[in-house]
């Protein structure tokens, strides 16, 4: 089963609304056993535009995972706080399967 990936663009507006949605994010993020992979201020766009200031890659162990994250009643409860701190794009993403090796 390939690994589900959440990608998040954020375009904050209030640092310290950001550093409150931050703390209270990590444990939603660790009960779906979410791992961060990337939070990345410095994003470097080789062809067209990207949106917002910082992206933050988690990797999850399924799609199912990752949507189970979202929208879980843990997640739903501070999500207002990264709502109000920041403009995001948000995309869940189907990681490949790996051919086994030869």
């Known amino acids: 089963m390939p690994k589900g990936y959440a990608l998040l663009t954020e375009a904050i507006h209030d640092r310290e609304g950001m550093e409150a949605y931050k703390l209270a994010s990590l444990a939603p993020l660790l009960e779906h056993d979410g791992k961060l992979l990337v939070v990345d201020e410095h994003v470097e766009a080789l062809e067209g535009s990207w949106h ?35 403009d995001c794009q948000v995309v869940i993403l189907s990681g490949r399967d790996q051919p086994p090796p030869s």
């Open 52 to 86: 917002g200031n910082r992206t933050v890659l988690v990797e999850f162990e399924s799609v199912e995972r990752a949507h189970e994250w979202y929208a879980s009643a843990s997640y739903q409860a501070v999500l207002p706080l990264r709502k109000a701190a920041a």
